[in-house]
């Protein structure tokens, strides 16, 4: 008689749980970057930092983050950029600020 082996990729198995949990931290890393580079957006860069903001945010979502809110809040500070981006460009027909 001959025993099957144990299946690796069972949910149970130790390898599948560390892959969840960098997984999970990986996605929880980008909603916190999604927020931090959403922030400075306002002032600095949008054009740059608002998208970037955007696309952490939904990776971080896809991704099943524990920071649901903080990823809500990047995508939204990412949003608010390129509305301040427009309005700019709408003001003065430049894409920076003008002090």
Do not use: E, H, Y
Not at 21 to 40: C, E, Q
Not at 74 to 84: I, S
């Amino acid at each position: 008689m001959q025993l099957a082996a144990p299946d690796r990729t069972s949910p149970t198995s130790p390898t599948s749980t560390a892959k969840k949990k960098a997984s999970t931290r990986d996605a929880d890393s980008m909603a916190v970057a999604s927020f931090i580079l959403g922030l400075p957006g306002l002032l600095v860069a949008n054009i740059f930092l608002g998208p970037t903001a955007i696309v952490l945010a939904a990776i971080a979502l896809r991704r099943g983050t524990s920071r649901r809110g903080r990823a809500w809040f990047g995508m939204a500070l990412g949003l608010t950029d390129l509305v301040v981006l427009a309005a700019l460009i709408t003001a003065d027909g430049t894409v920076s600020w003008n002090l």
